[in-house]
């Protein structure tokens, strides 16, 4: 099946830094992508829905200052968290469809950002 | 949107069939049934989906009710490796509910 890849699988990075994560759809074009963050013991939370070539879509309380995103190519989106700091400390998952709307979403295998 | 829930927990014995269900009252006509896994620390592993009809894969059988308002998905022999957290949801909304964590004893 089709592939989605995130890199770095975990990271660790002072506080008030800056880490970006990407997310690769290997075999398949995907007009969009998703990304979530999730708190231990807690369900995924969709923090923005990525489109090839627009802006993302935050949803409600998240900072699109703090959390840039960009979808510069159909097999790639990034995720930049800026300025981080240990609140923001996470495992941030992506995610990626094609174009068909019946389609499965495939996920990457997820990121563990810890910030000091 | 439709919004779904699931018991937060369920036993089931290794080799017997594990059989989750999932209510979603307010499912639209046009929205699927997608069910996930998350074993811990790694991103959802995607099991099965549906509209209407019964559907079965490799890993798993998904049943909807006629009047779409819930669905089980079933596991036919469970095996220890599937002890994980299954999410049900809906369409590409994907507002995720807490799932159901499935403990598989032997």
């Known amino acids: 099946g089709a592939v989605v890849s995130q890199h770095p699988s975990w990271v660790i990075c002072k506080s008030g830094t800056s880490v970006k994560i990407e997310c690769r759809s290997l075999?398949?074009?995907?007009?969009?992508m998703f990304w979530y963050r999730q708190f231990p013991k807690q369900s995924l939370m969709l923090m923005a829905t990525?489109?090839?070539?627009?802006?993302?879509?935050?949803e409600q309380g998240v900072e699109k200052d703090k959390f840039l995103i960009n979808h510069a190519s159909l097999t790639l989106s990034t995720l930049t968290v800026t300025s981080a700091h240990p609140e923001d400390s996470s495992f941030y998952i992506c995610?990626?469809?094609?174009?068909?709307?019946?389609?499965?979403?495939?996920f990457g295998e997820g990121s563990r950002l810890t910030v000091l | 949107d439709a919004k779904t829930t699931q018991p937060p927990s369920m036993d089931c014995a290794e080799g017997r069939a594990a059989n989750l269900p999932c209510n979603h009252s307010?499912?639209?006509?046009?929205?699927?049934v997608y069910w996930y896994r998350q074993i811990h620390s790694q991103g959802p592993q995607y099991i099965i989906h549906?509209?209407?009809?019964?559907e079965t894969n490799e890993m798993a059988s998904l049943i909807i009710t006629e009047d779409r308002k819930s669905s089980t998905l079933i596991l036919p022999h469970a095996t220890l490796r599937d002890t994980a957290v299954y999410y049900c949801?809906?369409?590409?909304?994907?507002?995720w509910g807490a799932g159901t964590k499935l403990i598989i004893k032997p």
């Open positions: 995610s990626a469809k094609s174009g068909m709307v019946t389609g499965e979403l495939f």
């Open positions: 075999d398949f074009q995907a007009t969009t």
């Open positions: 990525s489109n090839e070539g627009s802006k993302a879509t935050y």
């Open positions: 307010t499912i639209s006509g046009n929205e699927y």
């Open positions: 549906g509209l209407k009809n019964n």
């Open positions: 949801i809906v369409s590409y909304q994907l507002i």
